[in-house]
């Protein structure tokens, strides 16, 4: 699975972005998806993950309420929606794959990676 990021970018605190996960190389209906980021200097963290059907989502308590993950398997992408943003939003943000159907939250449970895009939020 080839994972592909975008929609990264600066925006002002307060501002709103969607971030866009497209995957190619397999379906990922069969999977459960993610996203991280990792600030500069930081590890690399959980923001939010949704189940192969979509209905089920978790979110980082950093973002939970002004963030929202969705799915189009159709498409093959996922997407993170992330409002009200503020400046310690800012760091590079990863989409990622679970081999399984629920949600998870560890890091350790994903298997394959894209890229990352990065989105700078100025205060």
């Known amino acids: 699975v080839q994972l592909q990021a975008c929609g990264g970018g600066l925006v002002q605190a307060g501002g709103s972005l969607r971030l866009s996960c497209a995957a190619s190389?397999?379906?990922?209906?069969?999977?459960?998806m993610g996203w991280f980021r990792q600030a500069p200097g930081k590890e690399r963290e959980f923001v939010a993950a949704?189940?192969?059907?979509?209905?089920?989502?978790a979110y980082a308590d950093s973002v939970k309420g002004r963030s929202t993950i969705s799915r189009d398997n159709a498409k093959n992408t996922v997407f993170l929606q992330m409002n009200s943003l503020k400046p310690e939003d800012t760091a590079r943000y990863y989409c990622a794959t679970a081999p399984v159907s629920y949600v998870v939250a560890y890091e350790s449970s994903y298997n394959y990676w894209g890229q990352g895009t990065e989105l700078t939020v100025s205060s």
């Open positions: 949704v189940s192969t059907s979509g209905d089920e989502t």
């Open positions: 190389g397999r379906t990922v209906g069969f999977y459960s």
